[in-house]
C-alpha cells in the first residue's frame, strides 16, 4: 500500500495551552483509518492540519511524499491536497440547493460534464429527487448523504470525516456506516475518521489510532487494540 | 404583574413616540394642508437628488463596510475588538462633527473646497460616516457563519472563489440591511449637508420649518421622506427586525481564516489601519490643529461659550439612556422571551420617522396647554431620545438575551426559583455587559443627538450640539473647530469615565462574590 499521509513530529498550540504534542502517523490509502479520542484530546485538528485548514507550529505534514505543511507555514493550500472533509456539523451551504452544494467545487475547478458527474453520485447516494431542494428542506441522514456526496465528486484520494455520524440515530447511523465502507471499494479512497464511539471505531475500521492529551498512545488493528496493556485504552475501551 | 409592566411600558411608548407622529402625520392628511406645492418641480427635483446621495452614500458605505468587515473577521486574531473599536468611532462622533472636521480637512489642505462643498462632499462625508456601521452590520454577521461553511469550500476552491461564491452571498442579508440602514439615516440627515450648504429634501423640511415657520408643509414634505423610508423598510423588515448588527457577543465565533500569505495579509492589516487614521484619527487631527491654529484664546473662548451647555448635555444624556435602557429592556423582554413579534417592527419604524419630523410631532402633540408641563420643560428632550432610539437599546438588549443558554433559565425553574429571582439572579446578571453597551451607546447618541432636540429645547434649556450647531454658521473657522473638539472631548472623557466605573463595578463584584 502506498503511505497517502504522514506526519512527523507535529506539534500544535492554541495559547499556552498544546494541543498535539509530537505526532507521528502514517496513513495509507484504500483503508479506514480512525482517530479515536476523548473530547479535547487533539484529533479533529489532526484532521484540520492534514486538511491545510490548521498550519503545525512544528513537525511536517507529506501528502503523496510531497511536503505540504511544516513549522507554521501551509505550502500547499487545501483546495490543492486533493482531499474530502466531512464536518461534524456537515457545513452544507443553506443558499444553495443540492445540486450547486455538489457542483460547487467542479464549477469552481471549470469541469467538463459537471451535470452528469452530479447526477452520477447523487445517484450512488439516492438523493437524485432532492437536487433541487435545499439543505434545510432534508432529513438529517439526507443531509449525511449530500454531504458525502460533495465530498466525492471531486474523486478525492483521501477522505477526512470529524464524527459525521454525530447527530445522527441508531438506525440512520447503521445505514451511514454501511454506505461508509462501500467508499473504499466504490471510489477507491482513503479515509480518516475521527470519533470518540470506540464501538463505531471498532466497526468500521481497518486500523486505529488512540490519541489522549494531545499524544499517540496506541495504534494498530481492531483486534490489536483490544489485547492493548495501555492501562489507558483499557480503561476507554472499557475492557478492564 | 408582567402583562401590568408591559401594558404600562407600551402605552408609555405609545404616547411618547408614536401617537404624536401619527396624530401630526394624518392631521396633515385630513386637513389637506401644505399640500398643494408639495409635487412642485424644485420639490421633485429635491427628492430625486436626495434618493440619488443617499443611493450612493448606501453602496459606497456597503461596499467599505464589506471589505473592513471581511478584513476584520478574517484576518485579525485577538485585535480585532480594539480595530473595530477604533473603526466604528465616527459613527459615534454626531454627523455635524465630521462635517466640520472634513470641511477643514480640505480648508487645510488648500485644495478641494469645491468637492466638499458639493453633493459629492457630502456624500463623502456621510460615508466616512455610515461607513463605520455598515462595517458593523456585516461583521456581525459574518461572526455568526459558521467556520466549516468557507472551510469545507477552501477544500476544493481557492479563497477569492469562496469569498465571492460562498462568504458573500450568506452575507446578502446583511449587505441589503447595510443599505437600508444607511440609505434611510442619510435621506433624513440634514446637519451635514445644511453646514456644507448643499440643498436636499431634508434641508428644505427644516427650512419650511424654521426659516418659513411653514409647518404644514415640512410635515407633508416629511410624508414623502417615511414613505420611501418606510416602503425600503419593509422590503428588509424580515432581517431588521431581528438584526444582530448591535449585539455584544460573550463568545465571538471565529470563521475561517484565509490561507494567504504573510505579505497579502500585511497589506489588508494596512488597509484597516490605513482605514482608522483616515476615518477616525484625520478628524480628530484635524480638529485639534484648527482648534490650536486659533492660539489657546480661541480654546478658551469655546469653553467659555459650551461651559453652560456641558453639564445639561451630560445630565440629559444620561437619564435619557436610563430610560432607553428601561425601555430597551422591556421590550427586549416582550419579543425574545414572549415572542410579541410586533415589538420589534413598531421600534423600527418609529427608528426610522426623520429626526427633524419626529421634533415638529412632538411640538404639534405637546404644544398644548394641558400638556404645558411636558411641552416646557426638559421632559420632552428626554421624550426625544426615547422616540429616536429606543429601536437601539431593544435591538441590544435583545441580542444578549437571546444568546443566554436557555438551560440556564430551566436549571432555575427546575429548582423552584420564582420569576424575579430568576430575572435578577440568572438573566440580568448574563445579559449586564449588553445592558451596559445599551446605555454607553444610548448615553453617546444622546449626546450628540441634534435633529430632534433642536426643534423641541425648552428655553433656557441648552445643549451642546445646538450650541454649536447654531453658533457655527456665524463664527469663524477656528472658533467652530474649537467648539467641536470640546464637543468630541467631553464625550470621549465621559465616555471613558463610564467604562472607568464599569471596570471598578465588575472588580468590586467579582471580589464580593470570590473572597
Redesign the interface.
Known amino acids: 500500500m502506498d503511505s497517502a499521509v504522514r506526519l512527523d513530529e507535529v506539534w500544535k498550540s492554541y495559547g499556552n495551552e498544546a494541543v498535539l504534542r509530537g505526532i507521528d502517523l502514517e496513513i495509507e490509502y484504500g483503508k479506514i483509518t480512525t482517530i479515536l479520542g476523548t473530547s479535547g484530546s487533539g484529533k479533529t485538528t489532526i484532521l484540520r492540519i492534514i ?3 490548521e498550519a503545525p507550529d512544528r513537525g511536517s505534514v507529506s501528502i503523496d511524499g510531497k511536503l505540504v505543511s511544516c513549522e507554521g507555514r ?1 505550502l500547499v ?3 490543492r ?1 486533493s ?3 466531512i ?5 452544507l ?4 440547493t443540492v445540486y450547486k452544494n455538489i457542483a ?2 467542479l464549477e ?2 471549470h469541469e467538463k460534464g459537471i451535470r452528469q458527474k452530479v447526477e452520477e453520485i447523487a445517484d450512488f447516494f439516492g438523493i437524485r429527487g432532492h437536487l433541487k431542494k435545499y439543505p434545510g428542506e432534508l432529513s438529517g441522514g439526507q443531509q449525511q448523504l449530500v454531504a458525502l456526496a ?1 465530498g466525492l465528486v ?1 474523486n478525492p484520494r483521501l477522505i477526512l470525516m470529524d464524527e459525521p455520524l454525530s447527530s445522527l440515530d441508531v438506525m440512520k447511523k447503521a445505514k451511514i456506516r454501511q454506505v461508509i465502507k462501500g467508499l473504499i471499494h466504490k471510489f477507491s479512497v482513503g479515509i480518516i475518521y475521527v470519533t470518540h464511539d470506540h464501538k463505531e471505531a471498532f466497526e468500521l475500521s481497518d486500523h486505529i489510532v488512540v490519541i489522549n492529551n494531545g499524544k499517540i498512545v496506541e495504534r494498530g488493528t481492531p483486534s490489536q487494540l483490544r489485547e492493548s496493556k495501555d492501562e489507558f485504552v483499557k480503561e476507554f475501551l472499557s475492557l478492564n | 404583574m408582567k402583562r401590568f409592566i408591559y401594558f404600562l411600558t407600551t402605552l408609555l411608548f405609545l404616547f411618547i413616540a408614536v401617537v404624536p407622529t401619527l396624530f401630526t402625520l394624518f392631521s396633515s392628511v385630513i386637513q389637506l394642508r401644505g399640500w398643494g406645492g408639495i409635487f412642485s418641480i424644485t420639490n421633485l427635483t429635491l427628492l430625486g437628488k436626495s434618493i440619488a446621495m443617499s443611493s450612493v452614500t448606501a453602496f459606497l458605505s456597503t461596499l467599505i463596510g464589506l471589505l473592513l468587515a471581511l478584513i476584520l473577521e478574517r484576518t485579525f486574531g485577538e485585535r480585532k475588538n480594539w480595530i473595530k473599536l477604533l473603526l466604528i468611532a465616527p459613527f459615534f462622533f454626531s454627523p455635524y462633527i465630521l462635517g466640520v472636521a472634513w470641511s477643514d480637512f480640505f480648508h487645510m489642505l488648500g485644495t478641494g473646497e469645491k468637492f466638499i462643498y458639493s453633493p459629492w462632499g457630502v456624500i463623502f462625508v456621510w460615508t466616512m460616516i455610515f461607513a463605520p456601521l455598515s462595517m458593523l452590520v456585516i461583521s456581525s454577521q459574518l461572526a455568526n457563519i459558521g467556520p466549516n461553511m468557507e472551510e469545507s469550500a477552501l477544500l476544493c476552491a481557492p479563497y477569492r472563489s469562496v469569498i465571492m461564491k460562498i462568504t458573500i452571498p450568506l452575507l446578502r442579508p446583511a449587505i441589503l440591511s447595510s443599505f437600508v440602514l444607511v440609505f434611510i439615516m442619510t435621506i433624513s440627515e440634514f446637519s451635514v449637508p445644511a453646514f456644507l450648504s448643499v440643498r436636499v429634501f431634508s434641508t428644505e423640511i427644516f427650512t419650511q420649518f424654521s426659516a418659513f415657520h411653514n409647518f404644514s408643509e415640512a410635515v407633508a414634505q416629511g410624508w414623502i421622506i417615511i414613505s420611501v423610508a418606510i416602503t425600503l423598510l419593509f422590503l428588509e423588515r424580515s432581517y431588521l427586525t431581528d438584526a444582530p448588527f448591535i449585539s455584544v457577543k460573550t463568545d465571538a465565533s471565529t470563521g475561517a481564516r484565509p490561507i494567504i500569505s504573510r505579505p497579502i495579509s500585511k497589506i489588508f492589516h494596512g488597509i484597516a489601519y490605513g482605514s482608522i487614521f483616515w476615518m477616525s484619527a484625520i478628524p480628530v487631527l484635524v480638529l485639534v490643529f484648527q482648534a490650536f491654529k486659533g492660539g489657546l484664546g480661541t480654546i478658551d473662548q469655546a469653553i467659555y461659550v459650551l461651559a453652560p451647555t456641558v453639564i445639561n448635555s451630560l445630565f440629559y444624556a444620561a437619564i435619557g439612556a436610563l430610560f432607553l435602557v428601561l425601555f430597551g429592556l422591556i421590550f427586549a423582554f416582550m419579543s425574545e422571551e414572549d415572542h410579541l413579534r410586533w415589538v420589534n417592527l413598531v421600534l423600527l419604524v418609529t427608528f426610522s420617522i426623520p429626526s427633524m419630523i419626529f421634533g415638529m410631532s412632538l411640538i404639534y402633540f405637546f404644544n398644548r396647554p394641558f400638556l404645558t408641563p411636558i411641552y416646557s420643560s426638559a421632559i420632552i428632550i428626554i421624550f426625544a431620545y426615547i422616540g429616536r432610539f429606543t429601536f437601539i437599546t431593544g435591538r441590544l438588549i435583545a441580542n444578549s438575551l437571546k444568546q443566554l443558554p436557555a438551560p440556564l433559565k430551566e436549571a432555575a425553574i427546575m429548582v423552584g426559583a420564582p420569576p424575579w429571582t430568576i430575572l435578577f439572579r440568572i438573566i440580568i446578571p448574563h445579559i449586564a455587559p449588553g445592558v451596559f453597551a445599551a446605555f454607553l451607546i444610548a448615553f453617546i447618541l444622546n449626546l450628540g443627538e441634534l435633529g430632534t432636540t433642536i426643534m423641541v429645547y425648552p428655553p433656557g434649556t441648552s445643549l451642546m450640539p445646538i450650541k454649536v450647531y447654531t453658533i457655527m454658521a456665524n463664527a469663524p473657522q477656528s472658533t467652530t473647530s474649537a467648539m467641536t473638539l470640546v464637543v468630541l472631548v467631553v464625550i470621549l472623557s465621559s465616555t471613558g469615565l463610564l467604562f472607568l466605573m464599569r471596570s471598578i463595578l465588575t472588580r468590586y463584584s467579582e471580589e464580593r462574590c470570590c473572597g
Request: charged letters at 15%.
Open positions: 486538511a491545510g485548514l501551509i493550500p487545501p483546495h491536497r482531499l474530502g472533509f464536518f461534524q456539523d456537515l457545513a451551504w443553506p443558499h444553495m460547487f467545487g469552481v475547478r460533495r471531486l
